[in-house]
Nanobody, 126 residues
Framework: VQLQASGGGLVQTGGSLRLSCATS????????IAWFRQAPGKKREGVGC????????KVVDSVKGRFTISKDVPQNMVYLQMNGLKPEDTGLYYC????????????????????WGQGTQVTVSS
């Protein structure tokens, strides 16, 4: 199981970025994929997740209405679209995977995630 996050960068307040998580070594629809972030000096926090179905995608309240999660199963990719970025969104963003054992239509960032990719840095300037 491998995951690789990319797409981070420096953006001004109000800007947009799309992060990509390239996955390999497993059947994407059998896993939940979550995005996490960690700002300097702060604990890692969950941003959102997606399970088998597109309708399972959810994000936490702090980014609701600004961030969305989607996936492209044939390409084994999961995306985090971030709009209306704020300085408090700055951090190292990771994607992670949890084995659901098969198709499953629920996910939570509070669940344990066993596989992690390296992060991609997002910096939002004020």
């Amino acid at each position: 199981v491998q995951l690789q996050a990319s797409g981070g960068g420096l953006v001004q307040t109000g800007g947009s970025l799309r992060l990509s998580c390239a996955t390999s070594g497993f059947t994407l629809d059998n896993y939940a994929i979550a995005w996490f972030r960690q700002a300097p000096g702060k604990k890692r926090e969950g941003v959102g997740c997606i399970a088998t179905s597109a309708t399972s995608a959810k994000v936490v309240d702090s980014v609701k209405g600004r961030f969305t999660i989607s996936k492209d199963v044939p390409q084994n990719m999961v995306y985090l679209q971030m709009n209306g970025l704020k300085p408090e969104d700055t951090g190292l963003y990771y994607c992670a995977a949890a084995d659901n054992g098969g198709p499953y239509h629920y996910c939570s960032v509070r669940d344990p995630y066993d596989y992690w990719g390296q992060g991609t840095q997002v910096t939002v300037s004020s």
